[in-house]
């Protein structure tokens, strides 16, 4: 039988990835900060650890899936974090949206307790995650990669390795801000036709059979009612919260600055993003910039 896993953090993505590992055959050691997401484990007969630093007693492989930065600092550095019980050779892979630096700067930490730690953050939403299909970005020591690769590989479809440490969260970023831009303007795209008297399932039809077609059109339609089983036709719960992507596109602008990158329509939706989040819309998911846009009405 096959050594227990760590998963720390079981939201929205960690619970169905967690689930993935459980199919392959990987008994879990869980945590979250909220136990109430940890109780379906327990009663399936998964272990539920007190602190990440119990965890970190318990396994020598450990995945974080947090919603941002602060939070993996807490649970990697914190006063009952990981590193405070890491075993040498443990691999930690963090698979949180995070800002590339702080990885590097855990990574950093990780090594002096003579463990690893990758950066590998993910792409495809609930779905992927429920089905395995996720993608991930992997940022870290080029050797360590293939024993990320079995773990990984239970949870997605397509596992890339980016390079150095930090690598898959720029890789990630690159694409959030593209997710953001490409969902604002479907949804605008569908408000427009929906003002102009079109039918919404027929404008997405036409729409997926054409130019405009992407991710955000066909897999994940903002429009309550286009889609079945996607967050715009369960009142916008679930999926990948508004707050969430607000993170992304402000490590977007980070790196762009850094970078000395141009980044329009990158910098927009952060701010439409922001504005929607302080509007109440901050716990729904992003699709939701659609119900933000219906409530406008121009001169
Ligand atoms: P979520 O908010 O649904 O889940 C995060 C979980 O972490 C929660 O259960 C929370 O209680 C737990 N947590 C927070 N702080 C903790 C701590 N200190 N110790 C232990 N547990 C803690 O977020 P999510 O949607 O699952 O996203 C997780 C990460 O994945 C984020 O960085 C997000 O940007 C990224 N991501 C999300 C999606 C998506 O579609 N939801 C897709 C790709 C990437």
């Known amino acids: 039988s096959k050594t227990p896993v760590g998963f720390i953090g079981l939201g929205n993505m960690g619970n169905p990835m967690a689930k993935n590992l459980i199919k392959h055959g990987y008994p879990l050691i869980l945590y979250d900060v909220f136990p109430d997401v940890c109780k379906e484990f327990k009663e399936a007969g998964e272990q539920v650890a007190s602190s990440p630093a119990d965890v970190a007693e318990k396994a020598d492989r450990i995945i974080t899936m947090l919603p941002s930065s602060m939070n993996s600092i807490e649970v990697y550095s914190g006063a009952n ?111 427009l036709g929906i003002r102009s008297g079109l039918d919404p399932k027929l404008l997405a039809k036409i729409l997926n059979m054409s130019s ?30 508004t707050t969430l992507m607000a993170k992304d596109l402000g490590l977007a602008q980070d790196s762009a600055t850094s970078t000395k990158t141009p980044i329009l329509l990158g910098s927009v939706a952060h701010q439409i993003y922001r504005m929607m989040c302080s509007k109440g819309y901050s716990k729904k998911d992003f699709s939701s910039v659609f119900q933000y846009l219906r409530e406008e009405e121009t001169f």
């Open 81 to 191: 974090g990981i590193l405070k019980k890491v075993k040498k050779g443990s691999l930690l892979i963090d698979s949180s949206t995070i800002d590339p630096s702080v990885s590097k700067e855990l990574a950093k930490e990780v090594e002096k307790m003579g463990a690893v730690f990758m950066d590998a953050p993910v792409s495809g939403g609930v779905g992927a995650a429920r089905s395995g299909n996720l993608t991930f970005m992997v940022g870290g020591v080029e050797n360590e990669f293939a024993a990320a690769q079995e773990l990984l590989g239970c949870m997605g479809s397509n596992v890339l390795y980016c390079g150095a440490v930090g690598s898959g969260q720029s890789a990630k970023i690159c694409n959030n801000m593209l997710l953001a831009i490409s969902m604002i303007g479907t949804a605008e795209a569908m408000n």
């Open 212 to 241: 405009g077609r992407c991710w955000s059109s066909d897999t994940y339609n903002p429009v309550p009612g286009v889609m079945d089983g996607v967050p715009s036709s369960n009142n916008y719960q679930g999926g990948f919260g």
